[in-house]
């Protein structure tokens, strides 16, 4: 009896894949109704022990209206986070992405005055595909590793694995599907660090198109927005409060520590990647950072003396 179950099982599964394989057609990036949802993480970063991997805040990008650049009619996407430090409720309009007849999507950030090449649906095995988005170096190239179709919701899609062209050895650094793009990292094209050196930070948990959940990898409360579990209280047992206004900010952000007079602070912040953006010392316990030329996003800010870390959090810039 479980044997037939078994090949009845095997067989139905068979019929419908080929049901599916004969009614495939190319899935185009949604240009509205569509929501990501990323999930961002720690590794081992202070004041995190080095091996615990906790999750630090979601952020959900949006389909919402579009625009003209070039001729061409972009899709806007809008950001909002959700964060143990600071939140923001309303969206910011953060990118445009439009996709061509070729297959290959191209992205315009808001404050960006020409486009760059976000993905290429049409590639093959063996081809390398570059790109130069904001923040990366001059060209980062991956390689084209392998594509095989799978099953999102009911319709067939092609997914892509692509590889670091500077260190082909170390596995996929990157996964596409087309239709939802980069798996691995929001509305990034390639990967510029390999696999196997840095664990992947962040992933793609929910994609959503209209009302309907089509993808899900989810986190460890089974819903797509972040359990956030980061330990502010080891920061706060150093009795150092620090006071950020206004978050999310606009133009001049103030730092300022609360309580007794400390000598030596100094204030470090990052973007996303890890890459540090601005050092201020403080002065009578305070600094303040003009952020009216910073590109809209997410940083990380933190405080510390030359003994310790002292105090962290994410800043916005709208």
Same mark, same amino acid.
């Given at each position: 009896?479980?044997f037939?179950?078994?090949?009845?099982?095997?067989v139905t599964n068979?019929?419908?894949t080929i049901?599916?394989?004969?009614?495939?057609?190319? !899935?185009?990036?949604p240009?509205?109704?569509?929501?990501?949802?990323y999930t961002h993480?720690?590794f081992?970063?202070p004041p995190?022990p080095?091996g615990?991997?906790v999750?630090?805040?979601t952020a959900?990008?949006?389909?919402l209206?579009?625009?003209l650049?070039?001729? %061409?009619?972009?899709?806007?996407?809008?950001?909002?986070y959700?964060s143990?430090?600071?939140?923001?409720?309303t969206?910011?309009?953060?990118?445009a992405?439009y996709? #061509?007849p070729n297959?290959?999507?191209w992205?315009?950030r808001? =404050?960006?005055?020409?486009s *760059?090449l976000l993905y290429d649906f049409?590639?093959?095995v063996?081809?390398?595909?570059?790109?130069t988005i904001h923040?990366f170096?001059p060209?980062?190239c991956n390689?084209?590793t392998?594509?095989?179709?799978?099953n999102?919701?009911?319709?067939l899609?092609r997914?892509m /694995?692509?590889?670091l062209?500077?260190d082909p050895?170390?596995g996929?650094s990157? !996964?596409?599907i087309?239709?939802?793009?980069?798996? #691995?990292?929001p509305?990034m094209g390639?990967?510029f660090?390999s696999?196997?050196? !840095?664990?992947?930070?962040?992933?793609?948990?929910?994609? *959503?198109e209209n009302n309907?959940k089509?993808?899900g990898?989810?986190?460890? =409360?089974?819903t797509c927005?972040c359990?956030?579990?980061l330990?502010?209280?080891?920061?706060k047992?150093t009795?150092i409060?620090?006071t950020v206004a206004? =978050?999310p900010?606009k133009?001049?952000?103030?730092?300022?520590?609360?309580g007794?007079?400390?000598l030596d602070?100094?204030?470090?912040v990052f973007?996303?990647?890890?890459r540090?953006?601005?050092r201020?010392?403080? /002065? %009578?316990?305070?600094?303040?950072l003009?952020?009216r030329?910073w590109?809209?996003?997410?940083?990380?800010?933190?405080l510390? =003396?030359?003994?310790?870390l002292?105090n962290?959090g994410?800043?916005?810039i709208?």
């Open positions: 009896m479980c037939r179950k078994l090949f009845i099982g095997i068979l019929l419908l049901n599916l394989l004969g009614q495939y057609q190319y !899935v185009p990036m240009t509205q109704n569509a929501t990501w949802s993480y720690i081992g970063a995190i080095m615990i991997i999750c630090d805040y959900h990008y949006r389909t209206g579009d625009t650049i070039s001729g %061409d009619l972009y899709t806007k996407i809008y950001v909002n959700d143990s430090i600071v939140s923001s409720s969206s910011v309009y953060d990118f992405i996709e #061509d297959k290959e999507v992205t315009r808001s =404050n960006d005055t020409m *760059h049409g590639a093959s063996g081809d390398t595909i570059c790109s923040f170096p060209s980062v390689i084209v392998r594509i095989d179709t799978i999102v919701g009911g319709t899609r997914r /694995e692509l590889t062209s500077t050895f170390a996929p990157t !996964v596409w087309e239709g939802i793009g980069n798996v #691995d990292a509305f390639v990967d660090i696999s196997h050196i !840095v664990p992947k930070d962040p992933e793609l948990v929910c994609f *959503h309907q089509i993808y990898n989810f986190t460890g =409360n089974g927005h359990q956030v579990i330990p502010i209280e080891k920061i047992q009795n409060e620090l206004p =978050n900010a133009d001049i952000v103030i730092f300022k520590v609360e007794k007079m400390l602070l100094e204030l470090e973007d996303l990647v890890g540090s953006q601005k201020i010392r403080l /002065e %009578d316990n305070q600094a303040q003009d952020s030329n590109p809209k996003g997410v940083y990380i800010y933190r510390k =003396n030359d003994k310790q002292l962290t994410k800043l916005i709208q």
